[in-house]
């Protein structure tokens, strides 16, 4: 099914937040970012960096904030390893507050330094870290957020202004040397982490959590599972007890339902666009702790349950959510092939609808390799992160629909001859909007990128 852009944006809501595209839909996404014609709608080829950390388009600057093994500023021990999702929070006096992931397993070279109610299991190499910079963007504290966990992979921001990080996991106590089970999600104050603690939500389920997204009018919480193998990831919502009730409301628990489309047992047998099931189901999740079976496997009833493979991004926008599945392979056991989907559910009319399907022969094909995270840009384009092989980059998105390199990774982290570069994630803007921070998998690496964004 062929759709325009301007199509495409009015089914998932962007051309009220500003973003316009006309044109073939084929024409977004097509090709690499050096084979398009930037100019006026990119900010111009990369400039490589002479101290091989971040090449930029001429008129930008980067400063290093964070750097894997560093000391933190808080004399806790050194920055950990692994930065991953991350998100941006305006505090008192200007200050902006950053609450980043480390996505750190029992081998991570450097952990999360273990502090006293902050920690979940002092087993768990994971957690969080919490950066301050004042008004003008300097960095005036550094500290741990959370610790104890396992593999924080992504996760996303609340209406009130806190963070709930995501363990991608489900390992048992006793499992790689841990004293506590894994596999919850955790509310993070980046302002004052101790306020927080460090208490996992377990009515919100225990599997391997990639992000989240709240409902910001009815303080629903939908949750996705990144399974990469079978049997795949569902996509869940929780009804809390007290809906958007501010930090620690949360844990006063609620109801975790998995998503059902009737006569569709895997989400990657859908591949037309625009493809809309109007009265989807919620089931109630018969164990969310996962006690004796994990939850995907667990007994859902005669009509079973609705899977998909590599579950990950979760965002609302407008008045839906939408979660991505980054692919799909047959070989791995799904239904059919993909390089990646975008659904979009309509809570206001129970609806669901197939927005965007990636590849080759589709109306989209995406840059580089892997997109992952993603965030709106301050000229009301995409920022796009790489999570692939090869060079990786912050692609951009126009608002006419031009694609460009934003940054490239220029730290090689494997060998002259076979050279290797970490991912990027975590990206995110301040709240002004003239600040880009972006994370460097490996080595964990946080920036913060300024220069002419364009209006």
Known sequence: MSATRRQLLARTGAVGAGIVFGGALAELFAGTAAAQPLGRTGYGPLVPDPNGLLDLPKGFRYRVLSREGDPLRSGEGPVPSHHDGMAAFAGRHGRVHLVRNHENRVDARVPVPVIDGLTYDPAGKGGCTALALDARGEVVSERVALAGTAVNCAGGPTPWGTWLSCEETEDRAGTNGYTKDHGFVFEVDGADPHRSGAVPLTA?????????????????????????????????????????????????????????????????????????????????????????????????????????????????????????????RGADGSAADHFGQIWRYDPDHHRLTLVVVFGPDTDVRLPGESPDNICLAPSGGLMVCEDGNGAQHVFGVTRHGEVYAMARNAQNIGTAEQPEWGEFAGVTFSPDGRTMFVNCYTPGTTFAVTGPWHG
């Open 204 to 328: 919100m389920g225990r599997f391997q959590h990639e992000a989240i997204a709240v409902d910001p009018r009815r303080g629903v919480v939908y949750e996705t599972e990144d399974a990469f193998l079978k049997p795949f990831g569902l996509f869940y919502r929780f009804l809390p007890e007290k809906p958007l009730g501010g930090l620690g409301s949360l844990r006063a628990g609620g109801r975790l339902q998995a998503l059902r489309v009737p006569d569709v047992p895997d989400l990657s047998s859908i591949q037309e666009t625009g493809t809309t099931f109007d009265r989807v189901e919620w089931v109630d999740v018969p164990d969310p702790l996962a006690q004796g079976t994990p939850v995907r496997l667990q007994d859902f009833g005669p009509r079973g349950i609705t899977h998909a493979q590599k579950l990950e991004g979760c965002y609302w926008g407008g008045r839906s959510v939408y979660f991505v599945s980054s692919f799909a």
